[in-house]
């Protein structure tokens, strides 16, 4: 393959992106020992904010977006990996700093390389993709920190979103009794589905001022940020964890040490992108073993082709859509 069609985005002279399909060839790519012949990819609120310039994402440019692959070796001149192997990469400066997934073609550094774990397809890699991934991520934290299912209902915020619906499946299935707080009341069927046994309106919150409010929640799951991460502080039970993991409601924290010193409860950051690669290993293969998502058929809200990003960026923008957005790189996979 000579030239290869690439999503590709770059900085506007007066400001802003501009992103389209474009054919690139291997050489216009950034380095790596690694060339992988692209099969799927998916979309995150990451990518949406770094393909539309809503998020200073970027660290380069011109850049193909993407931050996630799955596909088979097309070319390696590392030892660890051999044409025709299954992997996946996620994170790692793909699609931020480094040429991403949306790409047929993706050239990375071989350290980055994930070996597709055995009972997963490239497309299941991607359906869960950094959202599950990182999802997974919260949980083998939360539970390196004590976290029990017994411990109270576990609260996921943010619940219809990709990471939450995928946090909304793992937990259900490890026994917690999950409550999800959602601004789509109408999902209550979708998020049932998942396992949730209950929802919470985030519009209807009355979140209170104490610095400790009533105990609830054993622990929690926060893709909002903002008031609603400054909320559970106060409201989560003594010796509980709260994964935090996103800003979809705010990149503030406002509270106090009150939780902290009074209730012991733990804030633990989640940072999928950066994740070591052992534990990195661990989580894939814990995707594929014991913490299989259950219902990733409904939790993938469709399946487009490259030229269908800029509507699915806007989808995911508008924070009307639900679950996850695959992105078919590879038309014969
Ligand atoms: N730390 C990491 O490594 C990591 C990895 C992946 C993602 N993230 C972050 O985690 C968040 C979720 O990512 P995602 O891919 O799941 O995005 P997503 O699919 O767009 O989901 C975000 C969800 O947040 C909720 N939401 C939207 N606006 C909100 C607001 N103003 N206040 C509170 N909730 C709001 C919506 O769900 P409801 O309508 O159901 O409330 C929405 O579906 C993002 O902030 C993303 O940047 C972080």
Redesign the pocket.
């Known amino acids: 393959m000579d030239d290869f069609p690439a999503y590709r985005i770059h900085e506007r002279a007066g400001g802003g992106v501009q992103a389209g399909l474009e054919r690139l060839t291997l050489g216009q790519l950034s380095p790596g020992e690694v060339v992988i012949r692209a099969q799927f990819s998916s979309v995150?609120?990451?990518d949406a904010l770094a393909a539309t310039g809503r998020g200073r994402i970027l660290r380069r440019f011109p850049l193909v977006g993407g931050i996630d692959v799955a596909g088979v070796i097309d070319a390696s001149t590392d030892a660890r990996f051999t044409a025709g192997d299954a992997v996946l990469v996620t994170g790692c400066g793909l699609g931020e700093d480094h040429d991403g997934g949306y790409a047929a073609r993706v050239r990375v550094p071989a350290d980055w390389v994930v070996p597709l774990p055995a009972g997963l397809s490239p497309y299941e890699a991607m359906a869960i993709g950094?959202?599950g991934f990182?999802a997974a991520l919260a949980l083998d934290r939360m539970e390196q920190n004590g976290q029990r299912p017994g411990d109270g209902p576990l609260l996921v915020?943010?619940?219809?979103?990709?990471?939450?619906s995928l946090a909304v499946d793992l937990f259900s299935a490890q026994g917690y009794e999950v409550v999800a707080?959602?601004?789509?009341p109408d999902?209550e069927d979708y998020l049932r589905g998942l396992g949730a046994s209950r929802l919470l309106d985030?519009h209807r919150l009355e979140p209170g001022t104490r610095p400790l409010e009533k105990a609830q929640w054993g622990g929690a799951v926060d893709?909002?940020g903002g008031e609603?991460l400054a909320w559970l502080t106060r409201t989560v039970r003594p010796w509980g964890s709260i994964a935090s993991?996103?800003?979809?409601?705010g990149a503030e924290l406002h509270t106090s040490v009150m939780p902290f010193i009074l209730r012991g409860v733990s804030i633990l950051g989640?940072?999928?992108?950066n994740c070591p690669m052992p534990r990195r290993r661990h989580i894939w293969q814990r995707l594929a073993g014991d913490l299989r998502p259950r219902y990733l058929d409904s939790i993938v809200s469709a399946v487009i082709d490259l030229d269908g990003l800029p509507a699915a960026f806007e989808r995911?923008l508008s924070?009307g859509?639900?679950g996850r957005i695959v992105v078919r790189i590879d038309a014969t996979a």
């Open positions: 995150n609120y990451k950094t959202a990182t915020t943010g619940a219809t979103g990709g990471v939450g707080l959602t601004g789509k999902a985030r893709n909002a609603t993991i996103g800003l979809a409601g989640i940072t999928s992108a995911i924070g859509h639900r």
